[in-house]
């Protein structure tokens, strides 16, 4: 069953057409991988599904329930968690915090006013993530200024303060982007052991290949605002379009 | 107790403290010697620190937490000040509703005023609350004067209504503001030796406000909406992509800091029972932005350190003058002693502004965290020093030598 269906979705910036007929479909506890070369609409589709731009055409519906003309917010709230390229975090809070606020924002929805009782009276936020620290294996760094963090850190944070929300589909947006060797491999690993352990669909924007074949079961390959085809990884490799679509047309 | 951590406890105490002993610890020099003129122990002034205290502690909720700068928070003053003054003309002289209303109206008008300014950020937002502030007082100083008095400002009359209370006391006066009984403009002398403490019971009313709203704005920077609040100066886009609508924090922490605004107002109307437009004139709001950040903006404390400072140094440096000034430096040779008060002269008086600016200048560049920074950095050399004293000889512990 597909948790996430796009139908049709064209979206055009002033002459240039971003994307067209963008037809995709993502199974449910899946690991879906978007590849494509640059340029070809892979960010544009992306924000398309996050509520950042809105399609001119087409459908996105998300476990049944049309995602358009809903904020950022909403749409999270709906279960979708979002992953950027650069990590988003809270740079100026401590780490504990940056997962203290989704775990808030899961018990509480998108506003609360909670103004007099104070976060340590909280337990059972502390409790959660304090344990998903744990998880992450960054509890020893949770009185740190998440700022001061190495990236590959910061991404980890990230990552984690999604899962804390229990989202039922996880976006990542080049996750692995500008990383070193090792922290691409544990990233790597990290997001194997959650599609393993969790009941968890993970929708993944890439240009590491390396990181598209140890990770996805499903592959969609965008060329120029449009899918090229479809397919599971083996097919994928070895598909002649593919190659010519990244490689250009003498190769 | 009280639900703070220690540490917080302690920082109320220290400003319970401060505030209560306030007519000893600003009036270290006996009356009538040559450094009584730095004293600031008197009611108008105690008051006014105070007063501006809680004005500052609420615009730094909105300010320190969530880094959106308003340049037009004087205007929820001055609209506080207004409506205590009608509360005092139409129902009683009694501050208790003067002051509930004070606080309600301007909520109501930072609500107006926050719902529209929020839909900007960063520039566009202060540009708005000018705009809206400059608006405000344009129409209190003209086009309403029959409510807000115009440029004579709004004051109380021998017919006003009154109907809780007395149109004129028996004496045929205007009565005063007090609070079940109590003036607030009482005071009593302490006379020690050569040295007069003045309690002033408008004074206390407002200090004990004052730790009220203290002890509130410490709850609120502890709470989840604090730090939501903290998280949107941090960072918008993940808050949005966390689930967490923007809107309505910010609207929440613009309307609690116009509250206090309005509470400020309808104190500073209660201790002198009239308003004018000028108290919503930008410059009013500039001045709260500058006590804050002066004081550390996002800090406890700085709000309340920001705004003594800037009261104390408007108050001692503009009443300096230059016959103050030939009688300090008469001990020089006439022509040096000209020189020297030549020099000082556009330091003082009038043109205290002037040192306020390279006071503010200078806590900016060297010390971005204002005086709690100070503070902080003064603490952290000492105790190095005391480790390294405890560490090496003692032969350090006098330097002169």
């Not at chain 2, 009356?31 to 003129?37: E, L, P, R, Y």
Request: hydrophobic share 45%.
């Amino acid at each position: 069953m597909s948790i996430l269906e796009v139908k049709n979705v064209g979206k055009r910036f002033g002459g240039l057409q971003a994307l067209s007929e963008v037809n995709l479909s993502v199974k449910e506890n899946s690991v879906h991988a978007i590849i494509g070369p640059n340029g070809a609409g892979k960010s544009t589709l992306l924000n398309c599904l996050v509520g950042k731009l809105i399609p001119d055409t087409g459908s996105v519906m998300f476990d049944g329930q049309s995602v358009l003309g809903r904020a950022p917010y909403e749409i999270n709230q709906m279960g979708i968690s979002r992953v950027f390229q650069t990590p988003e975090i809270f740079g100026d809070l401590t780490v504990l915090e940056n997962m203290l606020i989704p775990c808030f924002a899961k018990r509480d929805g998108a506003f609360e006013l909670n103004a007099l009782a104070s976060v340590q009276s909280q337990k059972d936020i502390l409790e959660k993530a304090e344990h998903m620290l744990e998880e992450m294996n960054m509890a020893d760094k949770r009185h740190m200024h998440a700022a001061a963090m190495s990236r590959g850190d910061k991404r980890r944070l990230e990552i984690g303060m999604c899962l804390s929300q229990e989202p039922r589909l996880l976006l990542l947006d080049e996750p692995t982007a500008g990383m070193a060797r090792a922290d691409t491999n544990n990233t790597i690993d990290l997001l194997k052991q959650i599609s393993d352990e969790r009941d968890i669909t993970i929708a993944i924007i890439e240009h590491d290949m390396h990181v598209v074949f140890s990770l996805a079961n499903r592959i969609t390959v965008l060329a120029q605002g449009t899918p090229l085809v479809e397919d599971d990884p083996e097919n994928i490799r070895g598909n002649p379009k593919v190659r010519e679509a990244y490689l250009g047309e003498s190769a | 107790m009280f639900n703070l951590s220690k540490k917080d406890l302690s920082l109320l105490i220290l400003v319970a403290v401060l505030t209560l002993f306030a007519p000893f610890i600003l009036n270290p020099f006996p009356a009538g010697s040559a450094m009584a003129q730095f004293n600031a122990g008197y009611p108008d002034l105690m008051q006014r620190f105070v007063i501006f205290g809680i004005f500052a502690i609420g615009f730094n909720i909105l300010f320190g937490l969530t880094g959106y700068l308003s340049f037009g928070h004087a205007a929820f003053l001055g609209v506080g000040s207004y409506a205590a003054v009608w509360m005092f003309k139409l129902l009683s002289m009694n501050v208790i509703p003067a002051i509930l209303l004070a606080v309600i109206v301007s909520g109501l008008f930072s609500l107006l005023i926050g719902f529209i300014s929020l839909r900007r950020s960063g520039i566009y937002f202060s540009i708005l609350t000018l705009a809206f502030a400059q608006m405000m007082f344009a129409l209190a100083y003209s086009v309403l004067t029959p409510v807000t008095g115009g440029e004579t400002g709004l004051q109380l009359a021998l017919n006003d209504p009154r109907i809780l209370g007395a149109s004129q006391t028996p004496e045929g006066n205007i009565p005063v503001p007090g609070l079940f009984g109590l003036e607030m403009r009482d005071s009593a002398d302490l006379v020690i030796g050569s040295w007069v403490f003045t309690f002033n019971v408008g004074y206390y009313f407002c200090a004990l406000v004052l730790l009220a709203s203290f002890y509130l704005s410490i709850r609120i920077f502890r709470s989840p909406f604090g730090m939501m609040l903290r998280a949107v100066k941090s960072n918008q886009q993940r808050m949005n992509y966390t689930g967490l609508n923007t809107r309505p924090y910010t609207l929440a922490a613009f309307v609690i800091s116009g509250m206090y605004a309005g509470l400020a107002g309808g104190l500073m109307a209660s201790m002198d029972p009239l308003a004018g437009a000028e108290r919503m004139q930008w410059t009013a709001s500039g001045e709260v932005v500058l006590m804050t950040i002066l004081g550390g903006a996002g800090t406890l404390i700085g709000p309340v350190l920001g705004a003594g400072f800037i009261k104390y140094f408007e108050n001692i440096f503009s009443k300096i003058n230059d016959n103050v000034l030939h009688s300090w430096f008469s001990f020089l040779p006439d022509g040096l002693e000209n020189a020297v008060v030549f020099i000082i002269h556009p330091f003082i008086g009038k043109g205290w502004h002037l040192t306020l600016g390279i006071l503010f200048m200078l806590v900016v560049i060297f010390l971005p965290g204002g005086l709690v920074e100070g503070g902080q950095r003064i603490r952290g050399w000492l105790r190095s020093r005391k480790s390294k004293d405890n560490g090496s000889a003692s032969h350090e512990t006098n330097p002169a030598e």
